[in-house]
């Protein structure tokens, strides 16, 4: 369409949430539907990737579907569409990605494939349908995404353009908060489950260890899960009870208070070197992205530490934080108005990491033994190959980001 900046379909299944939105201009969401499976996987703890596959196939049409319906718009209407690419589930991914090219295809449509992390980064610059105009956030900016899958921190000196400053050497910090949740018995996704119970908690007085990784901006929250595993079976040997991997057991009060506790280790962190970035790189703004950062206490303490340094924080409302097709059409219009193009070979990367320039060496300490070496090389080599016969591979340009 002209007279007007391009309008994109986004489709996103990378993981539990089959996502369709429209976005013009890679800010203003038209309309998006977002269909959780968080009711599916609550039996299992965790996400089941096979269920999960099959319900994007079960749910992206009727999404597509009414996203076109309240927009009022048709899909020749749409100038180009955008998909997740990766990093993600194989089988999720591969949903959505047949699903956009054979749309693209039908309707003669260009199409870009999208990094997932990329989108969470690019949530803060969206604007609900009825949000009054802003200005989106300025560069330089230090930008933290914490999500179920990756926690990292990265400087942003101009669109696309990344520079890695750290990132979980272990778990992710929602990660951390869903296996904490199973520890304490509250079920499954444990982060807003950790933070409903911490609001009830009474004391404030459970303190569970924080990793500081000395001065660098990575994080690790693998030791912290471990302390609270131990804590639990601690108290409930103390109070002869049964020590599962059930700690419901404990009292409601007291898996209350380790809730409180468990949340503060966490957002301690994130919040402390997000700040401590934000002064060291001399940011103008700061973001947050990502599930974890639909967390009250993190939004808060990170509120407080920007406003005191005369900053604007640029944070996602809770529903743009957690997986979902908009933040896709924000990050795929950059991709789209720079000219990059996938063509019908565009392939699921499961572990495409948000910036690795062609030919630098990877920085990411990967797992040195086990089945998870073998996985991650497995995924790496896919990965190679899928660069290898892209075109346009926005990851593999050497002229953006830093190394990774
Ligand atoms: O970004 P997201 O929707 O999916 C991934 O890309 O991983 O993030 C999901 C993660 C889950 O681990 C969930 O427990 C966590 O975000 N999460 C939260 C909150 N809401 C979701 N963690 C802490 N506090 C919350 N309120
Ligand atoms: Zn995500």
């Not at 994109?8 to 201009?25: K, Q």
């Not at 990965?383 to 340009?397: F, H, Q, V, Y």
Request: net charge neutral; aromatic share 6%; proline share 7%.
């Amino acid at each position: 369409m002209s007279g007007r900046e391009p309008l994109l379909l986004a489709i996103e299944s990378s993981c539990d949430e089959t996502g369709v939105a429209l976005v013009v201009g890679g800010r203003r969401i038209l309309a998006q539907a977002v269909a959780s499976q968080i009711a599916l996987h609550a039996p299992a703890g965790g996400i089941v990737p096979e269920l999960a596959a099959r319900a994007h196939l079960r749910w992206i049409v009727p999404a597509l579907a009414e996203v076109l319906e309240v927009a009022g718009v048709t899909i020749p209407e749409v100038d180009g569409i955008a998909v997740t690419a990766g990093p993600g589930l194989a089988g999720s991914l591969l949903v959505g990605i047949a699903f956009a090219k054979t749309l693209a295809w039908a309707h003669g449509l260009p199409l870009v494939g999208v990094n997932h992390l990329e989108g969470h980064l690019y949530a803060a610059w969206l604007l609900d349908p009825d949000e009054p105009e802003r200005p989106g956030p300025p560069f330089p900016l230090v930008a933290l995404v914490a999500s179920g899958g990756h926690t990292f921190l990265v400087e942003m000196r101009d669109h696309l353009a990344y520079r890695l400053l750290g990132e979980t050497v272990d778990d992710a910090a929602g990660e951390a908060f869903d296996k904490a949740g199973r520890l304490l018995g509250l079920g499954y996704p444990g982060g807003p489950a950790i933070a409903a119970a911490a609001t009830g908690a009474l004391r404030h007085d459970a303190v569970l260890p924080r990793a500081w990784m000395g001065d660098s901006y990575d994080f690790s929250f693998s030791g912290l899960k471990t302390a609270l595993r131990r804590q639990v079976e601690g108290e409930l040997a103390t109070a002869g009870r049964p020590g599962n991997e059930a700690g419901g057991r404990l009292d409601t009060s007291r898996v209350s208070e380790l809730a409180w506790g468990f949340q503060e280790a966490v957002v301690d962190v994130l919040a402390a070197k997000t700040l401590r970035a934000a002064d060291e790189t001399g940011a103008a703004a700061v973001v947050l992205g990502g599930g974890v950062a639909s967390n009250q206490a993190l939004r808060a303490r990170i509120a407080a530490g920007v406003a005191a340094r005369g900053l604007p924080l640029f944070v996602p409302r809770p529903g743009l934080c957690t997986d979902n097709a908009a933040m896709i059409g924000a990050a795929g219009w950059h991709r789209f108005v720079a000219g990059e193009r996938a063509t019908s070979d565009l392939a699921a990367r499961p572990a495409w990491p948000l910036i690795r320039p062609a030919g630098a060496p990877a920085t990411r300490r990967p797992p040195r033994r086990g089945t998870a070496a073998r996985a991650y090389e497995t995924a790496l080599a896919a990965e190679r190959d899928a660069a290898g016969n892209a075109t346009g591979d926005p990851i593999a340009s050497p002229t953006r980001g830093g190394a990774r």
